[in-house]
């Protein structure tokens, strides 16, 4: 299984996936460091906390909603052609006639994604939660931190769980259109419910876009956990950019639904890949 | 030849995908050290058995075994080489990072796997060119590393899908001779190709599909047993000297098609279809014998081309949907 872990991770820097990620990527932490000390508000004797928090909460939308981005379209758009794509092109059949049995051809793939993956959100993590502690402070609750690392790192399992799945049923194009498709609709399920608490709506239909909003996020709950993590970096600064943040975010047990997400889309894909002629 | 295991062995083995292609019922033996060659039109089937037998692909019914395991397992796996038709290595390795992958895949020891890795590639003429990355080769250039992979693991079984078909001639009569050479080291060759004189050179035996049915298979010496035909030039000819000819040798002598005599003045064409060389001999005699005059002879035997153009002849063999 090592093979296939080495030869994922030689896929991803070779193809220059990573590189360029980590160029734009630097990009956005030096625009990231201008507009977190343009926005944070230093109030050295402590006067001004409330005001204080709130602009540091926005400072982590902002840094997050970029994260978020980021993570789940290299997690997409690195994996959604890794069975079709490569059956197609003719890759995978030299490999899985191998004496290797199917299912470690894929659990070396997913591991090599989600660890290679995974390292880059956690520096992404660290690098926007730093930059917000040196222009805006941070919290001292090193709980919270971790709590919220692990829940922006899930996205990476749930994303390549879900994208491998699709690239089990559809062929590599239409698994790409997909899975950004899916993402959205999660994004969407989110932005659902900001609408929702921002916005005067009737109680009716107050309803019907919770549930719309639910619908959505549980479709794809990537997204969702972002909006978890952040609450949790920012809990208690209250509604400070329309559309960016506030809304009622996940609750625990969604968090639990998207680890179950997870698990039951890399076991179906897992099944599917074993049964799948090429 | 050990016959005591057969290398390949399948009984009513079938792959019948949801629009009807596929391959059935096919039965075949290929002892230990033989060549065996699969022909047939596009789309007959033959891929699609192939990728059965090497797991790829799960029956819809019979079985087959590789050397005594079941086909798709780990043994049987274990003990192959497969070159598939259609393939790509990764584009962003080297050939030799293909070969190091492959043989991390194949649980060959790093000690060893440097020195097989450069014999590998000097073998199939790859050479220096392994430090290059894939996407610098031409087709014919990854076909050779295809090939280059599929003997890493020192396969008992070869299974070979048009092993030289973006070759140029000087790259296939290289593999020809490589496959040569490796029939004479004991491997079993299974080989699927639509050049045929690869097949004639190589095979010992051989089988046709059509539509996803085997419809002959038998040694190639015998399914291309095809008496020897034998032209005569002929001059001083007359109608009633063909009728003599054939009641005093008893064999099917003909008058060539494209002969079309006026007057007889002119040499004509004589058409017989031998045993031997004897009979020729015999019917020399017996031209020269009357006064004629016998300008020629030439002797045409029947290549593998014609017998497959003869054998799926008349037959709907594009691989239509039944």
Redesign the interface.
Known sequence: M???I??TW??LL??KMLLLTAVLTLLFLAVFWYIAGTVALNVPDGTRMLEQFARRSAILSLGFFFGGFVVAFLAIFSSFSVISGEAE???L?????????RWKWYVGRWLGYVSLIGAYALLLFVSIVWITGVHAGMTRNYGDLAVSLLLFALMVPVLVSASMLGSSLFSGIGNGVFMTMLYGAGWLGGMVEKVRGVLPVEPDAQQTLSHIGVLLSLAMPADGLNRRMQFILTRGAGETIPFLTGGTPPSNAFVWYAAAFAIFAFGLGLWLFR?K?? | MNTVIPAIQTHALSKIYGNGRGCRDITITVGQGEAFGFLGPNGAGKSTFV?TL?????PSGGEGVLLGHPIGS??A??R?G???E?????E??SGE?VMR??T????IKSGDAKARIRSGLDEVGIGKRGSDRVKQYSKGMQQRL?LA??LLGDPDILFLDEPSSAMDPVGRREVRDLLLELKKRGKTLFLNSHLLEDVEAVCDRMALMLNGDMIRSGSVSDMLKVKVRRRFKVGGFSPVVLDWLIAETGLPINLSHTAEPQDWEEPVWLEAELEDEHQAGRINALIVGQGMTLYETVNEREKLEDWFMDAVAGLDHRGEKR
Request: glycine residues 10%; hydrophobic residues 40%.
């Open positions: 090592n093979t296939i080495a030869a030689k896929e070779r193809r092109q003719g890759v059949q030299s490999v899985l006639t191998r004496p290797i049995p049964r002629d090429f | 990728k090497v797991g790829l692909v799960r780990l043994e796996r274990g192959i497969y070159l598939p259609l393939y790509r290595y990764p962003w390795l990072e992958m492959h991390g895949l194949l649980g295809g992979c599929a």
